[in-house]
């Protein structure tokens, strides 16, 4: 099948489990022998940007700012909107403050969803017609529903199946001011009619999203996230050090504090003085601040010695990340639909401990490679820590049981085949 994929970049500037997902089902579908071409939007993709050189960047995050908050840039000439999507500017937007942040722009997501009938209707109309111009798709996968406002143009000038996948719409529109937040849900549930289908990568996510959107089951499919476990290096905790690893955005939302309260109060009972933390993921400028805190909290308790910031986390560096830890926690404060990094964790035959939220209690349980546990406070992670680093064989256990569960239900070109099969299912309706 000749595939499209339209993606939302993050910049490489932090670790996007949205942005890896995407780029794994991309390598995963080609190696199925499918022609598969990714339509980066707002910034760069993450990692593999030489995959999509001669695919220009749309609705480029500079550029789709000016024009919302100053009209005067919606008349501005073609050079003004090149230089601000040129590779220096997108690469500067990437590490700007807010860059990923969603409230204050509560006007912008509602104009996008509108599509056509929204501000960015320039932008829209430049993306459909480069499509239907430089490609033949005969499908289009969105990659989430802040961007169902594409489809009905899609469909109308391309004539194919779209369907969208569903993952963490939630955190993005949570922290909108409450007038916006259901113009927007709701707006969502309208849009949604213009799809074939929707698949959501965790059944805990397909349940939330059928009660924020309004939606019936018959139009939502699981489809869980994998990995290609051959990808990875296993080796078993008890032939590492005995260290604690976080691998995500380091941020306040994703719980960076919590991983270092309980690692300041781990440190404080006896045992455990090998113990490091070692963490990855990069930031955004949002973030500097937060960052600067933890660190002065980790040099507060002399704990600067025994602290590891990784600043490289795409490729062999986050291999490298996981030879380097018996255990990752992630401990994300409202959950997640999915996080790939519990199956990037496992398949290197490490661990996870993971709040009882969102879709981690669904995720470890399938592969048996991990703990819950709740509240999900600093001390009830630090005990949880303390109870499994003072048990190696239960960390064996573990680790082989992460290793051997992900690869028989989260392997990668299993789920790849799986997606195939819906790609034919709406092209045969068609």
């Not at 199956?343 to 490679?369: C, D, H, N, W």
């Not at 109870?387 to 239900?409: I, Q």
């Amino acid at each position: 099948m000749n595939i499209i994929q339209i993606i939302p970049g993050s910049g490489g500037s932090f670790y996007c489990g949205n942005c890896l997902r995407d780029s794994k089902y991309f390598n995963a579908l080609r190696a199925e022998g499918h022609h598969v071409t990714k339509i980066p939007m707002y910034l760069p993709l993450f990692g593999d940007e030489h995959d999509i050189s001669d695919v220009p960047i749309f609705y480029g995050a500079i550029s789709l700012y000016l024009k919302q908050v100053y009209p005067i840039f919606r008349k501005a000439p073609a050079w003004v909107d090149k230089l601000l999507n040129s590779k220096p500017m997108m690469k500067m937007a990437a590490s700007m403050a807010g860059s990923t942040r969603a409230k204050g722009l509560e006007d912008m997501t509602f104009s996008m969803l509108l599509g056509e009938e929204g501000e960015q209707k320039a932008e829209l109309d430049h993306m459909v017609n480069w499509i239907a111009e430089h490609c033949k798709p005969d499908i289009i996968h969105i990659s989430n529903a802040l961007l169902l406002g594409l489809a009905r143009r899609l469909k109308e000038k391309i004539g194919v199946p779209v369907l969208c996948s569903l993952q963490d719409e939630d955190v993005w529109i949570d922290p909108m001011q409450p007038q916006f937040q259901k113009k927007i849900w709701d707006l969502m549930h309208e849009r949604a009619k213009d799809l074939d289908a929707l698949v959501s990568v965790s059944n805990y996510f397909a349940g939330e999203m059928k009660k924020r959107m309004n939606l019936t089951g018959e139009k939502i499919k699981t489809i869980h996230l994998g990995v290609a476990v051959e990808d990875y290096k296993y080796i078993s905790p008890g032939e590492k050090e005995r260290n604690v690893g976080y691998i995500s955005r380091m941020c306040h939302k994703d719980g960076f504090d919590i991983v270092v309260d309980a690692f300041i109060e781990l440190k404080k009972k006896p045992g455990f003085e090998d113990v490091k933390l070692v963490a990855t993921g990069g930031y955004t400028g949002d973030d500097a601040k937060f960052i600067k805190e933890q660190k002065h909290k980790i040099k507060e308790n002399e704990l600067s010695d025994s602290f590891e910031i990784l600043p490289e986390f795409e490729d062999e560096a986050v291999h490298e990340f996981f030879k380097k830890v018996s255990l990752v926690s992630v401990p994300v404060r409202i959950g997640e639909a999915f996080g790939i990094y519990l199956l990037e964790s496992m398949a290197s035959g490490v661990p996870v401990v993971q709040p009882a939220l969102g879709a981690f209690p669904e995720i470890i349980e399938l592969s048996g490679g991990g703990v819950t546990y709740m509240p999900n406070s600093p001390q009830k992670l630090s005990e949880t820590w303390a109870g499994l680093l003072s048990n190696m064989e239960k960390m064996e256990k573990l680790s082989r049981a992460g290793y051997e569960g992900t690869k028989a239900n989260f392997d990668i070109h299993a789920k790849a085949k799986e997606t195939i099969d819906l790609y034919e299912k709406l092209s045969q309706k068609e």
